[in-house]
């Protein structure tokens, strides 16, 4: 059993930055693939980054590729999104997620039904 919490959400202004970590409780932490998945209201969840175990390979949704950047430092068990540039339409529920790297080949890790693992999610508003 993992579980994550995420932490580091807020509010700031359109321009600002934030950075969220994801806190994972696992001896194995090198054997999962991270993602961060993200829900705005009455709209569906839509992925936003993904890291392969190593930290070798990210995946970004073209919505946040040169403003967001993943992270991970698997000798602290924490996964970290850094954001930058941000926009209003940012505004959401950030999740970060976890699936095993059996579970899931990398190339399919924008598809939030890949994770078994998910944090409880942490507030991001950005305002204009």
């Known amino acids: 059993q993992v579980q994550l919490v995420e932490s580091g959400g807020g509010l700031v202004q359109a321009g600002g930055s934030l950075r969220l970590s994801c806190a994972a409780s696992v001896r194995t932490f090198s054997s999962y693939i991270m993602g961060w998945f993200r829900q705005a209201p009455g709209k569906e969840r839509e992925f936003v980054a993904a890291?392969?175990?190593?930290?070798?390979?990210?995946y970004y949704a073209d919505s946040v590729k040169g403003r967001f950047t993943i992270s991970r430092d698997n000798a602290k068990n924490t996964g970290y999104l850094q954001m930058n540039s941000l926009k209003p339409e940012d505004t959401a529920v950030y999740y970060c997620a976890a699936a095993n790297y059996r579970r899931l080949e990398f190339r399919n890790s924008d598809g939030a039904r890949g994770y078994e693992y998910w944090g409880q999610g942490t507030q991001v508003t950005v305002s204009s």
């Open positions: 890291i392969s175990r190593s930290g070798e390979r990210t």
